[in-house]
Every structure is written in structure tokens, then in C-alpha cells.
């Protein structure tokens, strides 16, 4: 189990920006995908983004050219800076880390506590 520490939650106001970052405990070896999914009251968690140990990025549409995710490897951590917030955006956002079952590693599937990011109108 490899845990994941987030930080940089808050309350902002539309239109302005917040930056999240989630740290794994420990390098992690082999190839990874670490991400940001969300929950707000009463509906399903989604997929914000997720950034591969390469570099490719996946995004949920309605985040497209507002949010960006990056990782920094040697450190296992991700980042996501989240620009021109909307109330719609309020949600509890937690991090994610996926590493499958390789020769030499085993499988992960861990979560953050998850961060509150609430935006008022």
C-alpha cells in the first residue's frame, strides 16, 4: 500500500484558480498513471484527468483548456493547476495512482484522502 498525501484545496471565487498536488509515499517503479478524479453530493465520481509516466494526458471534456495535470517522476508526485473555475467544479477531488502488475512489480490501485474544492458564483 503506498500512500497519497494531498494538499491545496480551499474556497476561491469564479473565475480564479487553485492548484493541487498529490505525493506518494516513496519512488514507485515501473510505469504508472497517476490522476485526479472528482465527487460532488449526489453524483458519481468522475474522471478530471490522468497523466501516464510518459507524459500523456487525458482530460474529462468540461475541464479542456482550463485544467492541466503534470507529474514530476523522480518525486511521484502529480500537480493539477485548475484555471477559470466554475461553481460547477465544486466537488471533493481526490488522487489516484494505477501501476499494473509487471515481471518485477506488483499491481496498485491507491487513492488520496481527497481535497475539497469548493467555487462560489
Known amino acids: 500500500q503506498i500512500p497519497l498525501v494531498e494538499s491545496g484545496g480551499g474556497l476561491v471565487h469564479y473565475g480564479e484558480s487553485l492548484r493541487l498536488s498529490c505525493a506518494a509515499s516513496?519512488?514507485?517503479?515501473?510505469?504508472?498513471?497517476m490522476g485526479w478524479y472528482r465527487q460532488a453530493p449526489g453524483k458519481q465520481r468522475e474522471m478530471v484527468a490522468t497523466?501516464?509516466?510518459?507524459?500523456?494526458?487525458n482530460y474529462v471534456e468540461s475541464v479542456k483548456g482550463r485544467f492541466t495535470i503534470s507529474r514530476d517522476n523522480s518525486k511521484s508526485t502529480v500537480f493539477l493547476q485548475m484555471d477559470s473555475l466554475k461553481p460547477e467544479d465544486t466537488a471533493m477531488y481526490l488522487c489516484?495512482?494505477?501501476?499494473?502488475?509487471?515481471?518485477?512489480?506488483?499491481?496498485?490501485?491507491?487513492w488520496g484522502q481527497g481535497s475539497l474544492v469548493i467555487v462560489s458564483s
Open positions: 489516484h495512482l494505477e501501476r499494473p502488475r509487471g515481471l518485477l512489480v506488483g499491481a496498485l490501485n491507491e
Open positions: 516513496g519512488r514507485i517503479f515501473g510505469d504508472t498513471i
Open positions: 497523466i501516464s509516466t510518459d507524459g500523456t494526458t
